[in-house]
């Protein structure tokens, strides 16, 4: 079965940076399309950023474009999200998924139904 597992956050000033990572074992990601999502206290998950499984487009909600960047490494089988200029409402806990249904990488209210395989989260908290 397939399993992601989620790496990289941490507690950061506002302003910094960080970088997560999202790891596959026992299958290839190359197929699939990659989203990576977070969900903050009382809130709903929602999507960040996705990156297609084709043509590695890339696809960001507005409230993080211009400052997040997903990449993907088909050698080391691995997903990143690079995070810069991060604010305190960024806090969340980040989630990587595969799209399995839906609009290709459409990052949108409900998105999330379209994905599956989430790993166990990475905890990214901004603060002074």
């Known amino acids: 079965q397939l399993q992601l597992v989620e790496s990289g956050g941490g507690l950061v000033h506002p302003g910094g940076s960080l970088k997560l990572s999202c790891a596959a074992s026992?299958?290839?990601?190359?197929?699939?399309?990659i989203g990576w999502f977070r969900q903050a206290p009382g809130k709903e998950r929602v999507g960040v950023s996705c990156?297609?499984?084709?043509?590695?487009?890339?696809f960001y909600a507005d409230s993080v474009k211009g400052r997040f960047t997903i990449s993907r490494d088909n050698a080391k089988n691995t997903v990143s999200l690079h995070m810069n200029s991060l604010k305190p409402e960024d806090t969340a806990i980040y989630f990587c998924?595969?799209?399995?249904?839906?609009?290709?990488?459409?990052?949108?209210?409900?998105?999330?139904?379209?994905?599956?395989?989430w790993g166990q989260g990475t905890q990214v908290t901004v603060s002074s």
């Open positions: 998924a595969i799209q399995r249904t839906g609009l290709t990488c459409a990052l949108g209210p409900g998105s999330r139904f379209f994905f599956d395989s």
């Open positions: 026992g299958y290839n990601l190359g197929p699939y399309s």
């Open positions: 990156i297609r499984a084709s043509d590695s487009n890339t």
